[in-house]
């Protein structure tokens, strides 16, 4: 029976101390103590009861003895427990540490990007550049903030709306009605007159698209030009025909009448050589040959000089013509010389229209 005692104490012991190397958390001093109180009580009960037991007292160590036993169990749950939180807690930290290392490298990378930068825009001189952007930027949080301050009054004003539609309102259910079809007459009135304008401007675009633009304009032209100079050479080529035609015509009167000469002075000729009467008759006909070419000569001598008048005029329209031409071509280089300076005082204005506004901007900004 002692035996059995000090086995159940050794046990109790060796179990005391298997929790030792388990217990590396803040409770292990109070475990210790603990079990070494146990180790102590149950040596002096041991020393006390050295003496043979009775059958209760037996009894009541064994409780003794298991009640410790369960107590160390429960302790060394507990501290396995405790040891798993303490491991949770080692690899939150490091997780932690492994974020923060992770965060102040990106902070590192940021702050050398910022630099950068820095460096590019003083480098290209876009210092202005960035200031007309952070003051849109700022507009734009202004404009975004004016925005929620209205979303918010909206959403307010509908709330009260609602419940003020709710909650029955001033207005009754005959009143809403005459309300609503009220609106629904000015809705369609003003649908009318919708698509009464929009019937104008679908006419006066219409119109617009059927008057031609200036590219157009310049094709019609050049068009109308090639078709003119086509024109001018047909009529030309027809006049041409025409005159050779009339003119072979006039051949062709000269010729018959010059046959009919012949063959009259021919038919007269033996008449003359044999009488007086013959002789004057061909002489007769002869004076008024001579006539009719003098008359016929005298006829191509005008049609000559009204020819030489119309070609004198037309000199005189194409020295003309020259002559304008010239001072044309001299008034379009004198515009385009102009239009050249023009544009380069349009440009110098816009430069310092530009630089005037950049340091309106930067002064705005310093202020």
């Not at 001018?232 to 062709?252: C, F, P, V």
Request: glycine share 2%.
């Amino acid at each position: 029976m002692t035996m059995r005692l000090d086995d159940a104490l050794r046990e109790t012991f060796f179990l005391a101390t298997d929790i030792e190397p388990l217990s590396n958390i803040v409770t292990k001093h109070t475990i210790h103590q603990y079990m070494d109180k146990l180790v102590v009580e149950s040596a002096s009960e041991l020393a006390d009861k050295l003496l043979p037991l009775n059958l209760e007292e037996e009894n009541q160590l064994k409780k003794k003895v298991a009640y410790l036993l369960f107590e160390i169990k429960e302790s060394k749950n507990n501290v396995q427990q405790l040891q798993t939180e303490h491991d949770k807690m080692q690899n939150s930290i490091k997780m932690l540490s492994r974020q923060m290392s992770e965060s102040d490298e990106r902070k590192t990378d940021v702050l050398n990007e910022i630099k950068l930068l820095r460096q590019r825009i003083d480098e290209r001189n876009w210092g202005d550049a960035v200031q007309d952007m952070i003051r849109m930027l700022k507009l734009v949080k202004d404009l975004e903030r004016k925005e929620s301050d209205l979303l918010s009054s909206c959403k307010l004003t509908h709330a009260d709306v609602e419940e003020s539609f709710s909650y029955g309102g001033q207005l009754g259910i005959a009143e809403f009605d005459q309300a609503l079809s009220q609106s629904m007459e000015k809705l369609t009135s003003a649908k009318r007159e919708c698509a009464a304008k929009l019937r104008a401007i679908l006419s006066v675009k219409r119109k617009i698209g059927d008057v031609p633009t200036q590219v157009e304009l310049i094709q019609y032209e050049r068009r109308f030009s090639e078709l003119y100079s086509q024109i001018q050479e047909k009529h030309r080529q027809t006049s041409k025909y025409y005159d050779t035609y009339n003119a072979l015509l006039e051949i062709k009167e000269l010729m018959l009448k010059e046959t009919s000469l012949l063959n009259s002075i021919n038919s007269q000729l033996q008449d003359a050589l044999t009488s007086s009467i013959g002789c004057s008759k061909l002489v007769d006909s002869m004076e008024v040959i001579v006539k009719g070419a003098q008359q016929k000569l005298e006829k191509v001598q005008l049609s000559l000089l009204a020819e030489k008048k119309h070609s004198d005029s037309l000199r005189e329209k194409h020295t003309a013509a020259i002559a304008d031409q010239r001072h044309f071509s001299s008034l379009l280089k004198a515009f385009q010389d102009e239009c050249t300076k023009n544009e380069r005082l349009s440009q110098l204005v816009q430069n310092g229209m530009a630089s005037s506004s950049s340091l309106w901007c930067r002064t705005e900004l310093e202020m």
